[in-house]
């Protein structure tokens, strides 16, 4: 069994109502001296990953919103249900978000909003469950797999993403892109090295590659490819 050490320090918290909505902000930091890797296991709720030039820290930021509900019930739930940390275990960063909405909601539909600040050059792992996902400016390797929601990435190096439905949108990838998706739309251009996609339904547009452009399925939907330096393989 694996030995954490919590490192992830809830720096500040507060809590509003707006509208029946019941919502609370809270901040984590952890020293990422020594990390190479990120690992995110995020249930419900917006995601949004930034790298930042010389950061010393990773800094999350946490909106938890509990819908339609009274501040003592939205504590109560928040008390058992939810799970929020940043942890270290040796040279990965683990952060854990979500709500068991299942076992203790009562058809609460928690959820959880989280923005991430992290040092450039950080290794990115990615367990999303539903919500909008965002991840810019890491220079690094990125790997995702999403269950639903839109996923926008940029100025990334390798990308590999698993997605079930939402769109998704690539841009400035210095390594290889690989796609599977269930559906939606898939818009990728400005990569230096391979796209590689298997696709389900949906729109595929890719543009502005230094290297091979191969799709493996295109499942239904248009396909727009364009401006590729290497070959392209296509299924038919």
């Not at 709720?45 to 030039?53: H, N, P, Y």
């Not at 590999?160 to 796609?179: E, P």
């Amino acid at each position: 069994m694996r030995s954490f050490i919590v490192m992830g320090m809830f720096l500040a918290s507060f809590a509003s109502m707006a509208g029946n909505d019941y919502r609370e902000n809270r901040d984590l930091a952890i020293d990422a001296a020594g990390l190479d890797t990120i690992r995110i296991d995020a249930g419900a709720g917006s995601l949004d990953v930034k790298g930042v030039e010389g950061l010393a820290e990773i800094e999350v930021k946490a909106t938890i919103v509990v819908p339609d509900t009274t501040a003592e019930k939205a504590q109560n739930h928040i008390d058992k249900a939810m799970e929020l940390s940043l942890a270290r275990d040796g040279d990965e960063a683990i952060l854990v978000s979500g709500f068991d909405n299942g076992f203790w909601g009562n058809g609460m539909n928690a959820s959880i909003d989280l923005e991430v600040r992290c040092p450039a050059g950080i290794d990115l792992y990615i367990d999303d469950g539903s919500g909008s996902l965002e991840v810019t400016d890491t220079r690094a390797a990125v790997t995702i797999d999403d269950g639903s929601g839109s996923i926008d990435v940029s100025n990334v190096g390798d990308l590999s993403i698993d997605d079930g439905s939402g769109s998704i949108d690539v841009s400035f990838a210095t390594g290889d892109v690989s796609i599977i998706d269930g559906s939606g739309s898939i818009d990728v251009r400005s990569v230096g090295g391979s796209v590689t996609i298997d696709d389900g339904s949906g729109t595929i547009r890719v543009s502005d590659v230094e290297n091979d452009v191969i799709i493996v399925d295109d499942g239904s939907g248009g396909v727009s490819i364009a401006n590729v330096k290497g070959n392209v393989e296509q299924d038919t």
